[in-house]
C-alpha cells in the first residue's frame, strides 16, 4: 500500500527544477507586466507630492468623470444584475425552442469589438441614425449624452453576470425548485428561498466582474460620449484627455482610481471565491454522527 503511494506521488510530482522554474517564470511575468506598471501609476501620480496628487481629483472635469462613472455603473450593473440571473435562469433551468440562439446572444459582446458596439448605437440613434430624426423631433438625446454612455456600458457587460451564472446553474440541476414546487412554494418563493441561495457567491463575482468593466470601459463609451469635457467623459476619457496635452501628474493621478478600483476587486474577487469554495468543502463533508455511535462500527 505505502510503495503504491510513493510510486503514485512519484509519477505526478515533477522535479523541483521544474516546479521552481515554473514559479520563477510566473513570479517575473507578474513583476514585469503587473507589479512594476501599477507602481509606475503610482509613482507618477505622487510626483508632486499628495497636495498634487488631490488638486488633481479636485478639479471640476476630473469630479464630473468621476460622477459619471459612478453614474453609469450605478444604471448598468443593476440592470445587467436583472437581465443577466432572467437569461441564466431560462437557459440553466428550462428547455425551450431558440435557447442555442439566445445562449449565443449572451456571448454575442465577447466577440463583438466594443468600438464597434458604440458604432452601432450610432448607427441606431445617433443623427444620421435610423431613429435619429424621430428623437431629434422630440428633442431626446442619446449619443453624445449620459442614455449613451449607459446603452453602451450595459451592451459590453451584459455577459459577466450571465455567464457566472449558467455553469453554476447548471451544475445544480433543477431537482431543488421542482421539489419547492410540489411542496406548494411558488415560482418567485422557490427562486427566493431555493436558488438564488444556492447562486449568492456566483451572483457577487459576476456583479464584482460586471461593475469593475463597467468603470474601466474605453471603446464604446468612447464612441458614444463625444469627448464632450465635463459632460460626457468619464474617468477612462478624461485620463486620455489629460495624458494628451501632457499633464501627465494629473493623468496619473485619475488613472490610480482606476488601478484603486482594480485592486479592491480583486480583494473581493478572491474573498467571494474562499467563501464559495468554504461553502462547497463543508457541503461535501459526511455527516456527524451521533454522540452514542462514535467510537463503535457502523
Avoid at 452601432?120 to 444620421?128: I, K, R
Avoid at 468593466?213 to 477612462?236: C, D, K, L, Y
Avoid at 493621478?253 to 463543508?282: D, F
Wanted: glycine residues 8%; contains cysteine; aromatic residues 10%.
Amino acid at each position: 500500500m505505502a510503495t503504491d503511494l510513493a510510486r503514485k506521488r512519484i509519477s505526478t510530482t515533477e522535479a523541483p527544477w521544474v516546479r521552481f522554474t515554473l514559479i520563477g517564470v510566473a513570479l517575473l511575468f507578474l513583476v514585469l507586466f503587473l507589479l512594476l506598471p501599477l507602481a509606475a501609476v503610482f509613482t507618477e501620480a505622487l510626483r508632486k507630492g499628495v497636495q498634487g496628487y488631490l488638486d488633481a481629483l479636485k478639479e471640476p472635469d476630473a469630479w464630473s468623470a468621476i460622477r459619471l462613472t459612478l453614474v453609469t455603473a450605478a444604471i448598468a450593473v443593476p440592470l445587467n444584475l436583472v437581465f443577466g440571473v432572467a437569461a441564466a435562469w431560462a437557459i440553466a433551468k428550462f428547455e425551450f425552442r431558440g435557447k442555442a440562439i439566445l445562449t449565443t446572444l449572451v456571448d454575442l459582446p465577447f466577440s463583438v469589438s466594443p468600438v464597434v458596439a458604440g458604432l452601432m448605437y450610432v448607427l441606431v440613434f445617433g443623427a444620421q441614425g435610423w431613429f435619429g430624426p424621430w428623437l431629434a423631433a422630440h428633442d431626446i438625446k442619446i449619443i453624445f449624452a449620459v442614455p449613451g454612455i449607459v446603452l453602451a456600458t450595459v451592451f459590453v457587460t451584459f455577459p459577466f453576470i450571465a455567464r457566472e451564472l449558467i455553469p453554476l446553474m447548471q451544475a445544480q440541476g433543477t431537482d431543488e425548485e421542482q421539489a419547492a414546487i410540489v411542496l406548494g412554494a411558488t415560482g418567485w418563493q422557490t427562486f427566493r428561498r431555493v436558488t438564488l441561495p444556492n447562486i449568492k457567491w456566483g451572483l457577487i463575482y459576476g456583479v464584482i466582474l460586471c461593475n469593475a468593466r463597467a468603470m474601466g470601459e474605453f471603446g464604446a463609451v468612447s464612441v458614444v460620449s463625444g469627448h464632450i469635457r465635463g459632460q460626457t467623459n468619464t474617468i477612462p476619457l478624461h485620463v486620455e484627455i489629460l495624458y494628451n496635452e501632457y499633464q501627465s501628474v494629473a493623468a496619473f493621478s485619475v488613472a490610480s482610481l482606476l488601478a484603486l478600483l482594480a485592486l479592491v476587486t480583486l480583494v473581493i474577487k478572491s474573498i467571494a471565491e474562499w467563501r464559495q469554495q468554504r461553502e462547497r468543502g463543508a457541503a461535501a463533508l459526511p455527516p456527524e454522527r451521533p454522540l452514542a455511535l462514535q467510537g463503535k462500527n457502523p
